[in-house]
């Protein structure tokens, strides 16, 4: 698969520090984009599984999975506030 990153994820990487960033970018290529299996070590958000939320520690990846690429949609860090 090719990977890409939409302007969105990129501007939230780049508020990140450099190690996080590279740690959820090489999770991002290594994993999801030349991954046998990207399905498996994510959370579907829809029922075809083309939308996929990757956890790492304290950060979300929001990821569209294509047949040939895929596409890093949105980066979330911290934690998920409780209501």
Do not use: W
């Amino acid at each position: 698969m090719t990977p890409l990153i939409t302007p969105r994820a990129a501007q939230a990487l780049r508020g990140m520090n450099r190690y996080t960033q590279r740690i959820l970018i090489s999770f991002f290529l290594r994993k999801v984009a030349h991954g046998k299996a990207p399905q498996d070590t994510g959370r579907p958000l829809n029922e075809d599984g083309t939308l996929m939320q990757y956890r790492i520690g304290s950060c979300r990846l929001i990821c569209l999975l294509e047949k040939d690429r895929a596409i890093l949609l949105a980066v979330t860090a911290g934690l998920p506030k409780r209501l």
